[in-house]
């Protein structure tokens, strides 16, 4: 043993933990319960753990008690414990849990705390609950034992930018034999905690279905349990209500906010297994983690395994709750989980009944639906790339903006066809605003044909492969050629103006390109454009615009040249085919052609200054 090990060590804190303290230290919450739920979490997470490293290694239990929570409140000396037998900690544990925040976007995640009025759903979801211990307490102490391991070590911290590190005394060391205990010394204005019914209160509202015993233990009197610790998802639906679901599904998902759906079945046959999932009706801040993991536990036999078993496809990563096996080994590893093909059949099959039990509220409970894919809409899209099998659910699913209304599915889509009309027509853009006055809408607009206007940054991913919705074809009007001649108009007005003049499409198209040399793949005339002078069109056999957009930002891909269109009946066209070729005002009017063009997609013209000047030039010219 080194001096080190023995001697009193004070450590800082990482840099995110001193600003996520100084957050909690200075109360910027209204409601200050959510400590005891979070600690109590915590030691029911170290009983699991406990649980699943005994079943390789019985000794770990060895013949202590059975694994239980203890809540023991002391109003003479003002201290709050909280204590498990769990797993518990060794020294460098102790620093690592204690001490830093290990976990992916930290920063994000303490930015956000600071812009939230009220962090309380976001403490939980990212897992630096044992922190929120701050608010109440100006003083806490963990003493731990790990198990099966002789050592006793303490951690103690005011809160500050460090804590300190040391052997447990004899004294504390007794206390110990396996496990974890907190001590918290409480703030005068947080006294009210020592009151039993203030515990019991907090632990009915927030841990009653933590699957091990909580025991309060008062100052005078016997310790009795106060949660009903039972496995909620293993009882029958008919004993349950809507508030025991409500409770179960924040204690599980550390949540605050009320479920939209919940799905509670038991699967019975080759497999038998029970499962109780939850769709949230507000987004985690999270939810877009490039790991893009989700948030099911995994138990078998009631015994927690893992949250990282992936349950669920990456698409349904918000989906929060349990599934418990009958089946699977208890002495499973992480590693064994990925290549089980029991737990292959179960995913399966929960994904299935997910997706059917969304397609069942969105006809019968439109309300909730539309929560949930106002939260969660852009990545459910996720799966219309990824999973081919449910496809055309998800595109029944799915609610778009378009340029008829909100939330329009495309079985309404279809139903409101214009005569003639075959395919479902949709723009892929980065914002709504912006496609709702993109020229490439116009050829559809003067037929009243609706379009899907979207400006997810996933849907120019799944728009990019052949895509069909009951036998009829999605179709980019960015992208490809576009005719819809057999489809009549609505505005007599545009019926008229093919008898204005147009300009000669052979000299007109000779000239641009001669202007703009290597800028453009090609020009052609265009039939999306009836005011407009011109718009960018990708070829149809390569990735949209928008596509190749997002993957240059991610430096994943090169631009390619695009198309130009351009409109033969706008003067501006006409302009050019009047001026003498390769005169100034061609290349002039040529180049702001292809620039206009670049600005409404949201696009800097290639050179700004060259851009300025040539438009002042031509203003000019105009003012004569």
């Known amino acids: 043993m080194t001096t080190s090990d023995t001697a009193v060590h004070t450590q800082p804190f990482q840099a995110e933990v001193s600003e996520l303290l100084h957050l ?230 550390s949540a605050f906010d009320d479920p939209a759906m919940t799905l509670h079945y038991r699967a019975e046959g080759r497999y038998s297994y029970a499962v109780l999932l939850f769709a949230p009706s507000a987004k985690p801040f999270d939810l877009f983690e490039p790991n893009r993991k989700g948030r099911v536990k995994l138990y078998v036999r009631r015994v927690f395994i ?75 899209k996720e799966g219309i790339y990824e999973d081919f099998e449910r496809r055309e659910k998800l595109l029944a699913l799915s609610r778009f903006t378009t340029t008829t209304g909100e939330k329009r599915a495309l079985k309404q889509v279809v139903a409101d066809f214009k005569p003639n009309q075959t395919e479902i027509y949709y723009l892929v853009g980065d914002s709504i605003e912006r496609l709702k006055s993109n020229p490439r809408l116009e050829a559809a607009t003067a037929r009243g044909i609706e379009v899907l206007l979207l400006s997810d940054p996933v849907d120019a991913f799944w728009t990019s492969m052949p895509t069909e919705f009951e036998g009829k074809p999605l179709k980019s009007l960015s992208q490809g050629d576009l005719n819809l001649d057999l489809i009549p108009r609505v505005d007599d007005k545009d019926e008229a103006k093919k008898d204005e003049p147009v300009a000669d499409e052979a000299a007109t198209i000779a000239v641009i390109k001669a202007a703009l040399g290597e800028r453009v793949s090609d020009v052609k005339a265009s039939t999306r454009l009836t005011s407009s002078a011109s718009c960018l069109v990708a070829d149809s056999q390569g990735p949209s615009r928008e596509l190749e957009r997002i993957l240059s930002q991610q430096n994943r891909g090169m631009r390619t040249k695009p198309v130009l269109e351009i409109n033969l009946r706008h003067p501006m066209v006409a302009a050019i085919t009047r001026a003498q070729a390769g005169s100034n005002a061609v290349d002039d009017l040529s180049l702001l052609l292809l620039e206009q063009a670049q600005i409404l997609d949201g696009e800097l013209p290639e050179d700004p200054a060259a851009f300025a000047a040539r438009l002042n030039r031509l203003v000019l010219q105009g003012l004569g």
């Open 24 to 253: 909690m230290v200075h109360s910027v919450y209204s409601e200050t319960d959510i400590f005891l739920r979070e600690l109590v979490s915590n030691a029911s997470d170290a009983c699991d753990k406990l649980r699943y490293e005994a079943i390789a290694n019985p000794a770990l239990l060895g013949e202590g008690d059975a694994l239980k929570i203890r809540i023991i409140p002391n109003k003479t000396a003002g201290t709050l414990t909280i204590a498990d037998n769990g797993i518990g900690m060794e020294r460098q544990e102790l620093i690592d849990h204690l001490g830093t925040i290990a976990r992916s976007g930290t920063k994000a995640f303490v930015s956000k705390l600071k812009e939230a009025k009220d962090g309380l759903g976001l403490i939980g979801q990212f897992g630096v609950g044992f922190y929120s211990a701050f608010m109440v307490a100006d003083r806490i102490v963990v003493v731990s034992r790990r198990a099966g391991e002789s050592d006793v070590w303490t951690w103690t911290s005011s809160g500050g930018s460090g804590f300190e590190i040391a052997r447990a005394s004899d004294e504390e060391a007794s206390r110990i034999a396996r496990g974890t205990e907190i001590v918290l010394h409480l703030k005068e204005d947080a006294k009210k905690y020592l009151e039993t019914y203030e515990i019991e209160r907090i632990v009915g509202a927030y841990s009653d279905n933590i699957l091990f015993p909580i025991e309060l233990v008062p100052e005078e009197g016997e310790p009795r349990q106060i949660n009903s610790a039972s496995a909620l998802w293993q009882r029958s639906k008919s004993e349950l209500t809507a508030e025991d679901y409500k409770k179960a599904y924040q204690q599980i998902a």
């Open 306 to 380: 893992t949250d990282d078993a992936d349950l669920l496809p990456g698409y349904l990563r918000f989906i929060r709750g349990v599934v418990d096996s009958e089946d699977l080994p208890l002495n499973i590893s992480r590693e064994m989980l990925q290549n089980n093909p029991q737990l292959a059949q179960i995913r399966k099959a929960v994904a299935t009944r997910v997706v059917s039990e969304l397609e069942s509220l969105a006809d019968k409970d439109a309300e909730n639906f539309a929560k949930i894919w106002d939260a969660f809409g852009a990545v459910l």
